[in-house]
T-cell receptor, first 111, second 115 residues
């Protein structure tokens, strides 16, 4: 069965420190993975998708099929990065918009 | 352009009642998905509608139903409400085809409390 796991509910880092938000998935095929973010008093929105191989707001995420992981990383955390982050798997891939979301990680960047 | 609009934003019902929630997608979006968000389970997929047809369905009981109209607006209905149905119900729209990059545009949600 498809499943997304985010092991950390809360994560605190100091400004300027590296940050890594963990995401592991269960899916036997080629996954389509995304990171969504919700800033305080804002709506849930797309941060990045693995297929685009893009860096958004300094964040990157690499798909590791061997470890079935899609961790989100940023080398130098900023205060404005404080938010709730959700990892998501779209299944079936390329068919519709059915997403499996992780339970989220709340990131706090300490000034 | 206007974002996804959900109504009502807050509502309180009692057990056994039914509720209807509405979602107006972004203009041009033909896919509307619904999610239930609770502190314990996080976001769980309910169903997706595309061009008035249910395209995907999550693992929720038949008490949860939805529909989509020709203008892409969608409604979801929950009948015979239970205490456990208390949650934030999120609607998300997207193009759903062609430009279906997997980017969902979420509404602010409808917070349902069942007493």
């Amino acid at each position: 069965a498809q499943r997304v796991t985010q092991p950390e509910k809360l994560l605190s880092v100091f400004k300027g420190a590296p940050v890594e938000l963990k995401c592991n998935y269960s899916y036997s095929g080629s996954p389509e993975l995304f990171w969504y973010v919700q800033y305080s008093r804002q709506r849930l929105q797309l941060l990045l998708r693995h297929i685009s191989r893009e860096s958004i707001k300094g964040f990157t995420a690499d798909l590791n099929k061997g470890e079935t992981s899609f961790h989100l990383k940023k080398p130098f955390a900023q205060e404005e990065d404080s938010a709730m982050y959700y990892c998501a798997l779209r299944f079936p891939p390329n068919t519709g918009n059915q997403f499996y979301f992780g339970t989220g990680t709340s990131l706090t960047v300490i000034p | 352009k206007a974002g996804v609009t959900q109504t009502p934003r807050y509502l309180i019902k009692t057990r056994g009642q039914q509720v209807t929630l509405s979602c107006s997608p972004i203009s041009g979006h033909r896919s509307v998905s619904w999610y239930q968000q609770t502190p314990g389970q996080g976001l769980q997929f309910l169903f997706e509608y595309f061009s008035e047809t249910q395209r995907n369905k999550g693992n929720f009981p038949g008490r949860f139903s939805g529909r989509q109209f020709s203008n892409s607006r969608s409604e979801m209905n929950v009948s015979t409400l239970e205490l456990g149905d208390s949650a934030l119900y999120l609607c998300a729209s997207s193009f759903g085809q062609g430009k279906n990059t997997g980017e969902l545009f979420f509404g602010e949600g409808s917070r349902l409390t069942v007493l």
